[in-house]
T-cell receptor, first 111, second 114 residues
């Protein structure tokens, strides 16, 4: 089942912060975050696992609330290169290996 | 560099004319995925292979088939493309079929149906 992402879009000035949320109606085993620039393939940013293990990328961090089946991605001191569409991909505990992606959050960082 | 390569990058076909998209990987990953991504939408999982074990999503149309002749290659066959099949098709791989493994995506094949 597809996770729900919010907001759909966000516009930031360089240096501002933003939070993107991802929630699931099912128990999660893992949450992945990817960024996709227009016309390109999604690129891995972050993975969060049930039990708290986390792997990060650049100045982007994330949290994973297992009880609420939610994850949040934090863009801190945003840079122009952060522009793109951010997708969360989730794997539920009853469907190992099947990653379903949220609808995406479009992030635009302006000078 | 180890990577996931998709061919062709751009494919134009006529309504009903079969199309084959290919994906090759040098990562020696066990799992290969095919996703369909329409404009401004999330990638939608069509099917995946865990080694030779094929897993079809319940809502993947019968029009879509896949082959994985060996570890390195995977093909997506669209038997009779319709206008609604125009999309970017993304191939991805992962080392194993658990969430601890990152997906590595190819650059995609953009399909246009006339």
């Amino acid at each position: 089942q597809q996770p729900v992402q919010s907001p759909q879009a966000v516009i930031l000035r360089e240096g501002e912060d933003a939070v993107i949320n991802c929630s699931s109606s099912k128990a999660l085993y893992s949450v992945h975050w990817y960024r996709q620039k227009h016309g390109e393939a999604p690129v891995f940013l972050m993975i969060l696992l049930k039990g708290g293990e986390q792997k990060g990328h650049e100045k982007i961090s994330a949290s994973f609330n297992e009880k609420k089946q939610q994850s949040s991605l934090y863009l801190t001191a945003s840079q122009l290169s952060y522009s793109g569409t951010y997708f969360c991909g989730t794997e539920t505990t009853d469907s190992w290996g099947k990653f379903q992606f949220g609808a995406g959050t479009q992030v635009v960082v302006t000078p | 560099d180890a990577m996931v390569i998709q061919n062709p990058r751009y494919q134009v076909t006529q309504f009903g004319k079969p199309v084959t998209l290919s994906c090759s990987q040098t990562l020696n990953h066990n799992v290969m995925y095919w996703y369909q991504q329409k404009s401004s939408q999330a990638p939608k999982l069509l099917f995946h292979y865990y080694d030779k074990d094929f897993n079809n999503e319940a809502d993947t149309p019968d029009n879509f088939q896949s082959r994985r002749p060996n570890t390195s290659f995977c093909f997506l066959d669209i038997r009779s493309p319709g206008l609604g099949d125009a999309a970017m098709y993304l191939c991805a791989t992962s080392r194993a079929r658990t969430g601890a493994n990152v997906l590595t995506f190819g650059a995609g094949s953009r399909l246009t149906v006339l």
